[in-house]
């Protein structure tokens, strides 16, 4: 158990937060795995600032029996303030906010905003204070090692955004010259949490329960992200879940797995319409081919249990 301000976290694995997947939707199907707390897909300051109707459309999101933090990423202090307030006026559900000083994507740090950010860790303290003068909600931060192997500045960062008021810190172990590829450095993430005063996640390559256990053992941290090792997967948080609380690893047949895609279908298409909720689905099944309806999707897959069972 470990908390985000007074929000109380009783699990070791959250939701992370993921470009084009976790909306609404896709959030409510996966709250029924157990994760501690969800995240919204990135938020543009700006996208808020000037009314964008796409990105407006990720902050009116229903109550959620698990905590929602929303996450924003921008790189103006001032500017982040006001999409907080922004936030806030249009929906009363987020129970706190995250800034996106992680996402390696050029489009996002050419702006100066996600892992841009490592940059300058005097500027990663100066958006969280910024934004704590607007909200009593708790501030997070999303961070990586540093912009390159040659400036590893998450520490100097994490005691910036600590020293403004940030509640809790999530870091993958990768620099942003290195995207996603090769291995995460748990080495220089050893026994992390032991340096900090917040509480500690960590994300990279979650992709088992023995990444979840082992990532938690080097650093310390108080929780794993998980991300897209759980996309398709999503047994894999109540079962990260299990191993700490002494349960058995929970297996799924084949009907499971098949009722469980047309729930998330399901729950997409009451979000999105059925065929924006189709196209996600495709990514997030990694289905290619025609799929352009439920009944699409219906058909491929009683035709895939009845090839496998018979």
Not at 110 to 133: F, H, Q, W, Y
Not at 138 to 167: C, Q, W, Y
Request: one cysteine or more; hydrophobic letters at 40%; a neutral charge.
């Amino acid at each position: 158990m470990f908390k985000i301000g007074d929000i109380v976290i009783n699990n070791k694995v959250v939701l992370a937060p993921m470009a084009g997947i976790t909306s609404f939707g896709y959030r409510k199907f996966m709250s029924q795995f157990g994760p501690g707390y969800v995240v919204t897909e990135m938020i543009s300051d700006m996208g808020l600032i000037y009314g964008n109707k796409e990105t407006l459309s990720y902050i009116k999101f229903e109550k959620s029996r698990l905590p929602t933090c929303v996450q924003l990423f921008g790189s103006s202090p001032e500017n982040m303030k006001k999409a907080v307030q922004i936030s806030e006026s249009l929906n009363p559900n987020i129970d706190f906010f995250d800034v996106n000083m992680g996402c390696p994507v050029n489009k996002v740090i050419k702006t100066g905003a996600g892992s841009a950010l490592m940059k300058n860790p005097k500027l990663c303290g100066d958006i969280v204070r910024a934004m704590k003068e607007v909200t009593n909600k708790p501030i997070t931060v999303k961070i990586r090692l540093g912009f390159d192997m040659n400036h590893l500045t998450f520490m100097e960062v994490i005691n910036e955004v600590t020293k403004a008021g940030a509640s809790l810190v999530a870091i993958h172990p990768r620099t942003t010259k290195e995207m996603y590829g090769g291995q995460p450095h748990w080495d220089l993430v050893k026994d992390l949490r032991n340096k900090m005063s917040i509480p500690l996640v960590v994300s990279g390559n979650i992709n088992t329960v023995e990444d979840a256990v082992n990532a938690l053992k080097i650093t310390g941290a108080d929780a794993v992200m998980a991300a897209r090792g759980a996309v398709g997967k999503p047994y894999l948080i109540k079962n990260i879940n299990n191993y700490f609380e002494g349960k058995d690893v929970e297996l799924t047949s084949l009907v499971e797995q098949a009722n469980l895609c047309k729930e998330l279908a399901r729950n997409l298409i009451d979000e999105k319409g059925e065929a924006i909720a189709m196209r996600v689905f495709r990514g997030i099944a990694r289905l290619s081919g025609e799929l352009s309806t439920y009944d699409d999707l219906n058909s491929i897959i009683n035709d895939y249990i009845e090839e496998n069972l018979n």
